[in-house]
């Protein structure tokens, strides 16, 4: 059968079309139990047999011994096991599927729902993954099972399906209808060869009865049918022949922002089932009758959702001619049905021109069009609703009736002068004001109550309602209808206004934003606006996911933090499915329609490079004007993040560079300070070793000094190497305690030997109080500094050491008498492997200082090189007195007694 | 007198490290001083062997293959109090204070000079012979009289408050040793005030400044940094 269809010119088509895509062959049945699994496998053995790369992804043979049979000799790809709720489920192991990268793939139950943690939600959507990798796939499915019939099914058997397929998957596959007539598939289950799951055995005896198997087998048949009625339409589609030709039903519903257009949407969904045809419910967007307010918007939202929900796909036009991009859809679909409202009241441009549904109705021959009345809907129009139903605006009123009375007062002295004519025109003045500032409801309260009092305070009879002249009646009449034009067109105006300026608004916040972003060059701070803006403008949470590790999505940004927006695994699923497609997905949209947020792709010309996501606030969808609004939110922070991360990128390599450099001096500084002692201590031991007789007593001596020298010197290396480690891995943990100064200067002192021999001054003010501190670490800058002292000054030269204090800090000092530090180095031997270039010849790896630097910072301290008055290098350092130590220290009570007991 | 007959008797001392090269310099070294020497390379051989050879002092590396030093330690310490000597590179103060507070004796960090390990042997196997009985002690000029409560510098008698003077009683008893803060502050002070080293550390300045020669480089209470403090 294949080898019939790889003939097709519409399967070639569908070829080129989607280049390197996989086929998806679907075995669709009425019911369970018609044998859809053995035909796909009897298939797939007739493929393996062609000697084609065929693989069982999974299938469910349900224990029939004759399906099993026909598994034999099919390679099985093994499932994998996921845990939920602590249990182990078997699932179809995907990533080995695409690994294995077969030419054909069976997986069955097309419609299962994945165990949550599963990389899709559903196994159409494995399925859709096999295909985009140029795999074959057969599948098996029930039409129950399909998102359109949904409905139908439920109310034909009574059971709900939950587990439903999108019609568009379908729509891209080969059907292979497995069919049993009824009495055979009920023997089928009455013979217990149909499988059954436990819980469900008394529903589904209840499902497998022949009224409900003649309405699926029907729908099934039906939906096949349908399908190849499509495949000829394509077909004349690339033929360039003009339809429509009657094939199938397509029922095209107009709808526009009116409370009226959902029942013209209920009529097109009815319509629609009836016939089991196609429908669309069409919205043109022309400028002329572009939806004037918010109230307008969410109409037109709520009746988009509407169409949708009742299965319709929805489309928005945008065109200057309402009738003509009406018709252009109805050609371009094919479209057989056409279901369209009569306004309620012919406008007087409707007059001049004709109406739409006349001008739809002379130039659709051969098209069924419905014309449906609005009688029955009392508030046919928005505007209607807008201005003053939802509360009584006494503010309005007030102001009205305030500026007729003073027009009233001031016109009346002059009545005479004036005359009854421009007193009427002043009376236009509120209509118009309250037009502009309320709206058309309040202009036309103004209006009635301008003629009330200029009837009553200006035509004569004076002070009656009474009017003599019935001319004046024809007058009222006229001023009425000005006010109420003029009304109209000003409140119209109004209306323009309010949404010019919320468009402004929103122009002005993504100019502000592309200001923001591109001020900064941090990558969390540019999202962070972005989430904000978003925030602001379209009222929803909004989340951010960028690429991390492994192509992973991380959330990187949110609106605000405590927010409850939930970014589980589905979410993610339908974000990376948004970053692998680039196109808006989720809530809203027509894809992957059961996500929490609607998620857009952040795009620039480098690809795609993040998402997108909000979740707008109490649950309502995103208006297509928001959802334009959030794509170009979403395309400026695609720039921002494209441009850090390019700044990030060479910053990095700025720093690979820094730190090779840095590695060159390292290997170099360690190289040579390890050689030094390494090359005396094996020279001392070999001369030891070999020519153990040469030496006398005093020279063996002299070599084991050498010897013992050289280690010393590379254990402090060694430490200093550890220590430098520590500190560059931000390892460098302080365990502060009280210490005391002068002791730690006594343990340093101790603890450097080239000052055994040296006079050393230690200068300690008497009352210097404890300092927190870590007392090794800081002994450890103390060892460093003496050292230092120590190597690069003379033999005997004194050094010394002083510790002073003021309220804030304890400064500690080590001045030596050496050849001091030049002015322009003193900065730069706290650097990494900085080395004075006197100081070549005396070992060091200009670490010391370093290490120093950093534990002192790491106290909140200061380190600083300035020169001996009496000549040489005074380095100091200083400790902050954060807190005092506690001044009374009680006297121990046990010591006494202790000292007693232990005394006598 | 005791301490001279211990080290003729020849003092068997058990090592336990891991590193063959280590036991060797050790068995070389300790042997040419007249010890005698076993090894161990396990945490658990070592406890099994200090069990039949009956050391009279352990040097115990930190690292050893099987068990952790510190819990060969506490395990040792449930049946012996066989002085031991911890011999680690580790030299973190936390590793030598766990050490110690878990009943180490001293601790010397490795690389170590073999002349510091044989005094600080020394000083643990004079001290396990009960030593630190004696009613007057005696460090170079320093004489402290536990009998009298009578402390003494180059023979001129030294006024301390009862604090300090318990202060340097501890030290004194366990000459040589090693004393954490925290031991010192629950001997001196109480368990309560473990933490509080600032009294300690006050405590210790005003002690050197009476019994030093020289309190900035002092001789005979010598700091160990971080860990505490130890009487020579």
Partial sequence: MAGEKRADPDAILAGIKEEGRGTLTVFLGAAAGVGKTYAMLETARERLEDGLNVLAGWVETHGRADTEA????????????????????????LDALLARKPQIVLVDELAHTNIPGSRHAKRYQDAEELLAAGIDVYTTLNIQHLESLNDAVAQITGIKVRETVPDKILEQAEIQLVDVPPEELIQRFKDGKVYVPDKAAEALRKFFRPGNINALREMALRHTAKRVDHQMETYMRAHAIEGPWSAGEKVMVCISPSP???????????????????????????????????DEHNLLEKNIQLAEELGAETVTIAGDSVADELLGFVKKHNITQIIIGKPLRPLFREWLHGSLVDYILKRSEGISVHVISGKSQPNSTPQAQTAGRESFQILPYTAIVLMIALLTVLAMPVRSYLGQVNIAMLYL?????????????????????????????????TFTFTVFD???????????????????LSARLRQHIIYARQREARMVALYALSR???????????????????????ESQVVILLPGADNKLVVRAKSDAEQKILVDENEKAVALWVYEHGQTAGRGTDTLVGADCTYVPMRTEQGILGVLGVRPRDSRHLSPEQRRLLEAFASLGAVAVNRIQLVEQAKETHLLAESERLHAALFNSISHELRTPLTSIIGAVTGLLDEDDLYDSVSRRDLLQTIKQGALRMHRLVNNLLDMTRVESGYLQLSKEWCDVQDMIGVAASQVEALRSRPLKIEAAPDLPLVQADFVLIEQVLVNLLDNAA????????????????????????????PGIPEEDRELVFDKFYRLRASRQIGGTGLGLTICKAIVDAHGGRIWVSGNPGGGALVTFTLPLLAAAPEKIPESEPSASAGDGNGE | MQVMAMENKSARIMIIDDEPQMRRLLQVALTAHGYEIRGAETGRAGIDQTAVFHPDLIVLDLSLPDLDGIEVIKQLREWTQTPVIILSVREQENDKIAALDAGADDYVTKPFSMGELLARIRT??????????????????????????????????????PTE????????VNAGKVLTHRQLMRTVWGPSYEQETNYLRVYIRQLRQKIEPDPARPRHIITEPGVGYRLV
Avoid at chain 1, 80 to 93: I, K, N
Avoid at chain 2, 165 to 172: C, D, F, G, K, T
């Fill in chain 1, 516 to 538: 923001e972003i591109s001020a900064t060059n941090e990558l969390e701070k540019a999202l962070e606006q972005v989430a904000k803006k978003v925030y602001e403008s379209v």
């Fill in chain 1, 429 to 461: 003045v509120p209509v118009l004001f309250s037009a502009v500032v309320w709206g058309r409801y309040f202009s036309v309260v103004a209006a009635i109550l301008g003629i009330i009092s200029f009837d009553f305070f200006f035509i004569p009879p």
């Fill in chain 1, 70 to 93: 026909l598994m034999a000799g099919l390679p099985v790809a093994p499932p994998h096991h996921l845990e939920y709720h602590g249990r182990s489920f078997a699932e179809m192991d």
């Fill in chain 1, 791 to 818: 190597k690069y000054s003379g033999p005997d030269s004194e050094i010394s050491v002083k510790a002073l204090h003021n309220r804030e800090e304890v400064a500690i000092s080590v001045a030596d008498h050496g």
């Fill in chain 1, 470 to 488: 019935l001319r004046y009646l024809f007058s009222f009449a006229i001023f009425l209808l000005v006010a109420l034009m003029t009304g109209t």
């Fill in chain 1, 260 to 294: 009226f257009a959902a029942r013209l949407i209920r009529y097109g969904r009815r319509m629609a089932a009836n016939m089991q045809a196609e429908w669309f419910a069409v919205y043109v967007d022309t400028p002329r009758h572009m939806p004037v307010g918010e």
């Fill in chain 2, 124 to 161: 643990a196997l004079r001290h396990a012979a009960g030593a630190g009985d004696e009613p007057v002690l005696t460090f170079g000029g320093l004489v402290i009289d536990l009998t009298r409560r009578y402390v003494a510098v180059d023979g001129r008698e030294v006024k301390l408050t």
């Fill in chain 2, 165 to 172: 003077y318990e202060l340097l009683r501890i030290l004194a």
